[in-house]
């Protein structure tokens, strides 16, 4: 019984992860996307901090297993749901991680093209102006 109870504290703990890890803005600028960079290597810190436990977690149950326990089918299903889990878990770390150095990608992008857009004004402007002033072809 204390398996089942830690296995589902341990499945609803990564369900809960995995939406904080999807919740959140992706950051409208690059301060805030490297903000939002930072709080995701925090997350997953946090889950590597809690894989031993679920390696305890999976060494109990296989020793179940394998003394032929009477529910040994049952704590079979539970590690197999404990593993696809886990298995989620990395995946959205995976994901919301490429997503959010995409975001950061694209924001430095943005903001390296408003520069060179801002120059290429100002050179557009100076380069338009038709008052040239006082010719000294003309003054001769």
């Known amino acids: ?4 109870i830690t296995v589902f504290l341990q499945i609803s703990w990564s369900d809960d992860m995995i939406a904080r890890i999807n919740s959140g803005e992706l950051g409208k600028d690059v301060a805030e ?4 960079l930072q709080l995701h290597a925090e997350r997953k810190a946090e889950i ?3 894989n031993p436990h679920f390696d305890k977690i999976k ?6 297993i394998h003394d032929d326990h009477y529910a040994k089918e049952e704590v079979e299903k539970m590690l197999g749901q404990l593993d696809k889990t886990q298995k ?3 995946s959205a770390l995976k994901d919301r991680q490429h997503l959010l150095n995409q975001c950061r990608d694209f924001r430095v992008f943005q903001d390296r093209a408003d520069l060179a857009e ?8 100076f380069l338009t ?3 040239l002033g006082v010719s000294l072809c003309v003054l001769s």
């Open 1 to 4: 019984m204390h398996l089942v």
């Open 33 to 36: 996307a490297e903000t939002q």
């Open 48 to 50: 590597d901090g809690r």
């Open 59 to 64: 060494e109990h149950g296989n020793k179940l």
């Open 88 to 90: 989620n878990l990395g």
């Open 118 to 125: 801002a120059w290429l004004n100002s050179k557009e402007a």
């Open 129 to 131: 102006n038709e008052d």
